[in-house]
């Protein structure tokens, strides 16, 4: 298992340059261009690559997408369920939020200027064109912590108990990166909230949809009620 973890980091940096060297040929190409745009171009092609280096992995060990959640037959079960994982989701990222407003007021007013954050980070699309990215997010995000790294870190350690807070802290730290640091709290509750379903349901089903709507309902509120994204 730590074969396959080293195999997805030199993977993952490997992707990571791809989208270096595409990013940096649109400069050369057309000159300047905003560099949210180019965030937003270039967001499928960092998903398609990831779920690449997973299904690479997989056929390697000789081992069927089913064995990271990727299963079928299961939709009207599954689907509820993942409004039920949605709900979760939203709880565990408000309950805290009202933590950290408890115990630390100022990272709360660090996530309370979030929204200006993720307005930096993404231009103001058509509310269709953002929720289909970020339901691109939501799904390979999923594939990558919640049925890849999630199953090798289980074995790895030996423990659910364990895994689930490693990799829910490996999901919620790259978010740094573009918005406020103290939002590293609030995902790695999301990221709890949706190792649950995955383990209970055996399927990345309800954590995608979870988490698609999660995304989903977090943009369309900034679209319609943050007056500064422009």
């Keep these: ?37 180019l965030t937003v171009a270039l967001l499928p092609v960092q998903g398609a690559a990831w779920i690449v280096v997973v299904a690479l992995i997989l056929r390697w060990r000789g081992q069927r997408a089913a064995s990271i959640g990727w299963v079928r037959g299961r939709l009207l079960v599954d689907v509820p369920i993942g409004l039920l994982a949605a709900l979760s989701a939203f709880l565990a990222f408000l309950l805290s939020a009202l933590i950290i407003k408890l115990v630390w007021p100022a990272g709360f007013a660090q996530l309370t200027g979030n929204p200006e954050a993720i307005a930096r980070m993404l231009p103001r699309l058509h509310p269709a064109v953002l929720v289909s990215l970020l339901i691109v997010a939501g799904v390979y995000e999923e594939v990558v912590f919640r049925g890849f790294l999630l199953t090798r870190f289980r074995r790895v350690l030996r423990s659910w108990w364990a895994a689930v807070p490693v990799t829910s802290l490996l999901f919620a730290l790259p978010h740094m990166g573009d918005q406020e640091p103290v939002v590293v709290i609030p995902l790695f509750a999301v990221g709890v909230a949706l190792s649950v379903f995955t383990i209970w349901r055996k399927s990345l089903l309800p954590a995608i949809i979870g988490h698609g709507l999660f995304n989903s309902c977090q943009i369309l509120a900034l679209y319609f009620y943050y007056s500064g994204w422009k």
């Design 1 to 37: 298992m730590w074969q396959d973890l080293g195999l997805f980091l030199v993977g993952i940096l490997l992707a990571i340059a791809l989208l270096v060297v595409l990013g940096n040929a649109v400069y050369f190409l057309h000159g300047k261009v905003d560099e949210r745009v």
